[in-house]
């Protein structure tokens, strides 16, 4: 029993790899940047169906905010010892710049027909993923300057108590209970919309391919001569249609499947 459930898990591997997502996944949202996230995370039969880097502006904002401060500083008190908080706020924004531009050059999120990625991290890399079967909702978080700036945060929500994901600090990673974030994205409401459709989807394929397994598990144990009716086999397969399991063009797919058996 164990090698057949083994060969049917194969078999629908197999399936989910050769599958295309231009056909099967609605067009991709504005952001995306191709090969920016790492392919030594993927797992076999794992396609990436979107992946961009984080907005710059979203990480060195505050930092280049600093620095010009300091040079309002220079410029108005430079024959006063306040040039002194002047030169401390110009040095520590531009170092504060460089690193956060390489903080964001470093960071990467992807969208599969899998998980949810994200990559990060500056003197150290971080990876995390999250389930699509584990997401239990997502939000968009966009204060004043990050609308009008034209980038927010996208939480993908999951059930569990601690161990959060974020993109930009560890602190935030430790405290964000269960969400995963993806700070600094561009258009993040476009991109929630794309990530709901594409979960969605990969959550009907998962039960349509759990249920094939089964069938193909049954009808190998119960060998040719107990295999079940084609009716029976093709009113489950309608069910599963009306029950929006699965969509009408994966129907067509298993019906033909169907009527081809011996």
Known sequence: MKQI???????????ASTQSPQTAYPQQPPGFTAGVFPREHLIPGEIVLWEARPAV??????SIVAAVI?????LIFIYSPLIVFGIIFLVLGSIGTIINYIRAMRTSFALTNRRVLTQYGVFSTRFADCPHDKIQNSAVIRPFFQTILGYGTLM??????????????RSKMMGAHGGVYWFGLRDPAEVKRYAEEVIEITKRQAKAQ???MMAEV??????AQGKRP?????AKARQLRDDNTITQDEYEQMRKRILMEP
Request: hydrophobic share 40%.
């Open 57 to 62: 502006i979203a990480y060195v904002l505050g």
């Open 218 to 223: 049954m009808d190998a144990k119960l060998g």
């Open 230 to 234: 084609i009716e029976e086999r093709l």
């Open 70 to 74: 300091g040079l309002i500083i220079l």
């Open 210 to 212: 759990d249920y094939e």
């Open 5 to 15: 459930g083994e060969g049917g898990r194969h078999m629908v591997q197999q399936r």
């Open 156 to 169: 993908f929500s999951t059930a569990a108590w601690s161990g959060g994901i974020a993109s930009r600090s």
